[in-house]
């Protein structure tokens, strides 16, 4: 999961996208309501939703009178709230849904399906970062030298947020909806100080992000603590300790 938490995280970071991978968690769990209601995988629920949200994004995004930041406000807020109520109504009609494992994640509620699921959203993301690549470097850097260099910037930027959409898929279980952001963003604004390139950073981000979910599993297994929260815990920590000789 790190292995392309950790990439993306850093697009994010350099883009200042933290506000649109919140807006694809919380609108995870009206993907997974739907998925519930429909009798089908979750993770599937989450993808069609994850691509819906991104595709009416890009297109709102070319109104000139509507901002990106109220557009992500809206639509996070508002498929977090329709995902809720679909719940409830659910759980009126008698269905039991264990809401706080979507939420906030459950290790233990991660069955050998997942896993599949997991490895095959882990494969596609790292195949397809393979050739996305160099274009989101450019367009990190300066999207109008990007644009003017010949790179569909458009096209890259639905395909990176479809990317995101399938992390938030992969790592809901685990991580829960409320804290997939902070997997992507903090190791990435973590490995940022250490790193004077690129690839470096990337490479430092994964391993940032593989020592807060191994700590945090450790702290779980410790205190009895939830594995989402005390992987996130974990990865402020090591936040903060890298910012120390700066505060």
Known sequence: ??????????????????????????????????????????????????????????????????????LLGIMAHGALAAGLVLLALM????????????????????????????????????????????????????????RSEGVAVEKVRLLFMLLVAVVVAVAMKVIGILLITALLIIPAATARRFSNSPEAMVMLSILMGAVAVLLGLMASMQWDSPVGPSIVVAAVVSFFVSRLKTI
Request: proline content about 2%.
């Open 1 to 70: 999961m790190v292995m392309i938490s950790g990439p993306l995280g850093c697009v994010v970071v350099w883009r200042r996208m933290a506000y649109f991978g919140d807006t694809l968690a919380h609108s995870a769990l009206l993907g997974t309501a739907m998925a519930i209601m429909l009798d089908v995988n979750p993770l599937l629920g989450v993808l069609i939703i994850g691509l819906l949200i991104s595709v009416l994004l890009v297109l709102l995004q070319r109104k000139p009178d509507i901002s990106s930041d109220t």
């Open 91 to 146: 759980q009126n009609q008698g269905m039991r849904i264990d809401l706080m494992a979507y939420l906030f994640g459950d290790i233990l509620a991660v069955s050998w399906n997942d896993l599949i699921w997991m490895s095959a959203g882990v494969a596609l993301v790292l195949v397809a970062l393979k050739f996305l690549w160099r274009a989101l470097l450019s367009i990190a850097v300066d999207e109008e030298l990007a």
